[in-house]
């Protein structure tokens, strides 16, 4: 009798989580709540630029930019050169410009000065990291961007889009989730101020392009996709293309969960079918 009833206690919190893992999933896929089409003219985000575009996320955003017919010319910031960059400089559709010091943008302020829209993916793991490094390049990097950036521009609508995270909040106990917090609270606020928008998002698992991810990286997403908790990087650079493309549609502050950025990913891949027959 011992036996069975210690394969009862194992299997059961098993099933339990299968149960409730077959559920989210069904209830998921049985939501159907498409964002209408785009059928205003869009917003001009023909010149952007993309700063982290070596890093997971950053590589999807350039991908799903560099296919984008809308998109003339891509301004990419950053320390090291990456396959994918090289394409796109080999084609003319990006300019490279390395760059270390990301609390100085003296020597980018040309290129900054030109873009319509900033793509904003840099970011560091907080895994052996302390607090007041991690705050610098989450918060002081791109706070310090801002700053600059509204100061160059002479576009009369201009927007920044930067990655956050999901399961956020400044009660936190985890160093990195108040960070983030903070981040988006001084750019929001910053903003408020100014003649551009900054949008968060909020993704969970962020699944690498098909390119850079390895075997390890598409069991995590193909786990965490069925119920809606995963994305891949080149569906964030869709999701913050159609945003730009919606101009007004979107105001100062607002947050995209996984959820909706899924939503205006599809949004922007319907959107471009019409646009590219």
Do not use: C
């Amino acid at each position: 009798m011992k036996l069975p009833r210690l394969r009862t206690v194992l299997l059961t919190p098993l099933v339990v989580f299968a149960l409730v893992y077959i559920l989210a999933a069904i209830a998921l896929a049985l939501k159907n709540d498409p964002i209408a089409i785009l059928e205003d003219p869009a917003a001009s985000y023909k010149t952007i630029a993309i700063f982290g575009a070596s890093g997971t996320a950053g590589d999807g955003i350039l991908k799903a930019a560099l296919a984008d017919s809308g998109v003339s010319k891509i301004h990419v910031i950053t320390r090291r050169a990456t396959p994918r960059i090289e394409a796109g400089v080999a084609a003319g559709k990006v300019q490279m410009t390395l760059h270390m010091d990301y609390l100085d943008y003296s020597a980018v302020q040309q290129q900054i000065a030109e873009a319509d829209t900033v793509y904003w993916a840099i970011g560091i793991s907080s895994i052996g990291m302390d607090e007041k490094t991690y705050g610098m390049i989450h918060v002081d990097f791109p706070a310090r961007f801002v700053t600059e950036w509204t100061g160059v521009s002479n576009r009369p609508d201009i927007s920044f889009h930067y990655i956050s995270s999901s399961d956020i909040s400044e009660d936190s106990g985890a160093m990195w989730a108040r960070e983030k917090v903070r981040a988006e609270r001084t750019l929001f606020e910053f903003a408020e101020a100014t003649k551009f928008r900054v949008i968060a998002y909020r993704p969970d698992y962020i699944g690498p392009t098909d390119e850079q991810a390895h075997i390890g990286q598409d069991l995590l997403f193909w786990f965490f996709a069925p119920i809606g908790a995963a994305v891949r990087a080149e569906e964030i650079g869709q999701a913050m293309l159609e945003v730009s493309a919606r101009g007004n549609e979107f105001e100062n502050g607002e947050k995209l969960a996984t959820r909706s950025i899924l939503r205006y990913s599809n949004a922007y891949e319907r959107r471009r079918e019409l646009t590219d027959r």
